[in-house]
């Protein structure tokens, strides 16, 4: 594939560099140092690459360029685990520039590129990481955590009881954010002393606005207790997550060192990121779309098909950082060309509006025809082994807040609430709700 020359930015950001002919739409900046904008979300960036091309070359922090892959059927293909698989998540063994420094991974690319975790690895590598992680949150563990999950959402509606007569909170802040943290903070048996710093640190990891020495703060912070956890749960493993995950590595037949088993919760961290943005989405589109509220309400469309219709229309993690092209290959369905070592986004926010995949692709309807399946808890070999888990606590805390407050309002339209800077996470940074 030849690379078209790159269009100025017109937000401060590098260039995005466009595939196809010069008669291409102007780019108007790069989509991804700073993620979506209060006039443009994740997936409308994914819409405007699509008019570039299945899989448009972008820059990232750090000059890094790559291919964001943007068709739905494409990040698919990319994404599936096929004997000999071209595509492939170790930056180490597939990426010259990250084995040779001579391309910059800086602090807002690196911490997605290692290979000690399980979204990073491949083959044996990644199926004896995955499988501790999948042994700890089994449906037991889930079933388990039901009704401390129920405990945790009513302790946080108790609260917002007491907003006085004003009766406005904001979501995020005082709702969506506690939730999945307060539940992952029990699950891995964090003292409730860390638990402000630890959250700051673990939600400082997605804002891809930040800079190198931020990234860096953040990831140590989130590393020195996990360590811990797993220092602690080496000694005395408890009847939680981190214990859980120490006796399943322990008991394979090729144990895990500490190292490893930290990168793992740190998957685990990130899914509380996103958890918290699922349920901030879930309710902005229900009180959005009164119609769309009432059938669930009454009971004719379950929740989970309201949740699995938001997650495609806007994914809590809008892409995937980074794959590589194990060698050069050219895609059979799309044509698309890769070179060896190539870095590949996969561009779940833009996929998942694919008009050829969903028709009216950014109407939010519960009773979609064909369903809402999307690439939302991801695709192949790396679907979210939390989804259970994060499935249970996002219906649980949208029915619940719901059923506490039938009158609750957004304070402002949809389009203009603060969106995070981030092209990985993706959500609201703030959700102005009047609750009566």
Not at 387 to 401: H, S
Request: proline fraction near 8%; include cysteine; aromatic fraction near 6%.
């Amino acid at each position: 594939m030849t690379l078209a020359a790159g269009h100025e930015s017109t937000d401060g950001g590098a260039a995005v560099l466009s595939a196809g002919p010069p008669s291409a739409p102007p780019g108007g900046g790069c989509p991804f140092p700073r993620g979506a904008t209060a006039a443009r979300t994740n997936g409308q960036e994914g819409q405007r690459l699509r008019a570039l091309g299945p899989a448009p070359v972008v820059e990232l922090p750090g000059a890094v360029q790559a291919r964001a892959v943007v068709d739905f059927a494409l990040a698919e293909r990319l994404s599936a685990r096929t004997p000999g698989a071209q595509v492939r998540p170790d930056a180490a063994r597939h990426w010259p520039g990250y084995r040779e420094g001579a391309r910059s991974v800086d602090g807002v690319i690196a911490p997605w590129t290692g290979s000690h975790n399980a979204l990073n690895s491949y083959g044996d590598d990644h199926w004896e990481r995955r499988a501790p992680i999948a042994a700890a949150l089994t449906r037991r563990r889930v079933e388990a955590m039901t009704p401390v999950i129920e405990s945790i959402v009513q302790d946080v509606l108790d609260g917002l009881d007491g907003v006085g007569a004003q009766r406005k909170v904001d979501l995020v802040q005082s709702y969506a954010l506690f939730i999945p943290h307060e539940v992952i903070t029990r699950l891995l048996g964090v003292p409730a002393e860390h638990l402000p710093a630890f959250s700051a640190a673990a939600a400082g990891l997605f804002d891809t606005s930040a800079g190198a020495e931020e990234m860096t703060r953040s990831m140590g912070a989130v590393l020195a207790l996990l360590e811990q956890l797993v220092a602690g749960a080496r000694e005395h493993p408890g009847d939680n997550l981190v214990g859980d995950l120490v006796r399943a590595a322990d008991a394979s037949g090729n144990p895990l060192s500490d190292a490893v088993l930290r990168d793992q919760l740190m998957l685990i961290i990130a899914g509380t990121e996103a958890t918290a943005h699922a349920i901030g989405t879930l309710l902005v589109h229900l009180l959005s779309h009164p119609d769309q509220l009432d059938l669930v309400t009454s009971g004719q469309v379950p929740m989970e098909d309201a949740l699995t219709e938001s997650l495609r229309l806007r994914p809590p993690i809008a892409s995937v950082p980074l794959r590589f092209a194990a060698w050069q290959f050219e895609d059979v369905g799309s044509g698309e060309q890769f070179g060896e070592g190539e870095p590949i986004l996969i561009h779940i926010a833009g996929a998942d509006l694919h008009p050829e995949r969903y028709e009216d692709p950014e109407r939010f309807d519960v009773r979609r025809e064909g369903g809402s399946r999307s690439l939302a808890f991801g695709y192949g070999p790396h679907v979210c082994p939390g989804a259970a888990l994060a499935t249970r606590e996002i219906v649980i805390a949208v029915t619940r807040f719901l059923e506490r407050y039938p009158h609750a309002r957004l304070a402002l339209a949809p389009e203009p609430l603060e969106q995070t800077a981030s092209f990985i996470s993706n959500g609201y940074t703030s959700i102005a709700v009047e609750l009566s």
